[in-house]
């Protein structure tokens, strides 16, 4: 089981700090069985790291460009994020595929940039209200899933985050069994692409509005593997209780 908290664009130095230690000392404080990790903005890497010493919680960046480095002003490359102390990156996110129009296929490349550097990835689907009405989700997840993972994909470097574009920091949740039906519509997609045991293997987290009272239903589906929380991402209390209320 993960849990990984996506900051987004938030936090000055203090509250990035205060709460990278916050959750420092909470995820500390009983004996875990999930994987943390903690994706906040660039500018509060190097810091967040330090905050995070001695804890068992992973570092992840929220985006990379597909270079390793050259003529990209105002990017960053997969290399920085590692040579920073991130293990993760979050990639094609809907608000970036939405505000900088990153295609399923520039997703891919940044994923294999990423991996090639080091790092692990959090590849996010989702299919907005309009596809959903169409009922064309499991054919947008599918094939997000195909074109933006590269061939060979293991699911030791990749985890995928089922996020619906219009559950994202709206409070509303599809039912738990949409929730399910769309992650095992992914892990068969999955199973094509990249073999039945790799696919068995890989997380898929759900994404969109967790809070610490939806937490233990939607985790606790057959094929949902972990939770990427946005906004209660952002206090200590309410990301280690989504943590606790799943069983972590
Ligand atoms: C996200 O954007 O990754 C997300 C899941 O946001 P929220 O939890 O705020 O809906």
Redesign the pocket.
């Given at each position: 089981m993960m849990i990984a908290g996506?900051w987004?664009m938030n936090g000055l130095t203090a509250d990035g700090v205060n709460l990278a230690k916050e959750i420092t000392v909470a995820v500390k404080a009983k004996k875990r069985n999930c994987e943390f990790v903690v994706c906040p903005p660039f500018t509060l890497l190097s810091l967040v790291k330090k905050a995070l010493r001695g804890g068992k919680i992973a570092l992840g960046a929220q985006d990379c460009h597909a270079a390793e480095k050259g003529a990209h002003t105002g990017d960053i490359s997969p290399v920085m994020l590692k040579d920073l102390g991130c293990s993760y990156v979050?990639l094609g996110?809907?608000?970036r595929r939405a505000d900088h129009h990153e295609t399923s296929a520039y997703v891919c490349q940044k994923v294999l940039a990423a991996h090639q550097a080091g790092l692990k990835t959090i590849v996010?689907i989702g299919e907005t209200l309009e596809q959903r009405e169409a009922g064309k989700t499991i054919d947008v997840c599918s094939r997000q899933v195909k074109e933006s993972l590269p061939d060979g994909a293991k699911a030791a470097d990749v985890v995928i985050?089922y996020?619906p574009v219009w559950?994202?920091?709206?409070g509303k949740t599809p039912t738990p069994q949409e929730v399910e039906d769309v992650h095992a519509a992914v892990r068969h997609v999955l199973a094509k692409k990249i073999g039945k045991v790799e696919a068995g293997k890989m997380r898929i987290l759900y994404?969109?509005?967790?809070k610490p009272s939806n937490a233990a239903e939607m985790l606790s589906l057959p094929d949902v593997d972990g939770a990427?929380?946005?906004?209660?991402?952002l206090k200590s209390a309410d990301f280690i209780a989504i943590a606790d209320n799943a069983g972590c």
């Open positions: 996506n987004k979050i996110h809907s608000e996010c985050a996020e559950a994202i920091g709206t994404g969109g509005s967790v990427l929380i946005g906004g209660a991402s």
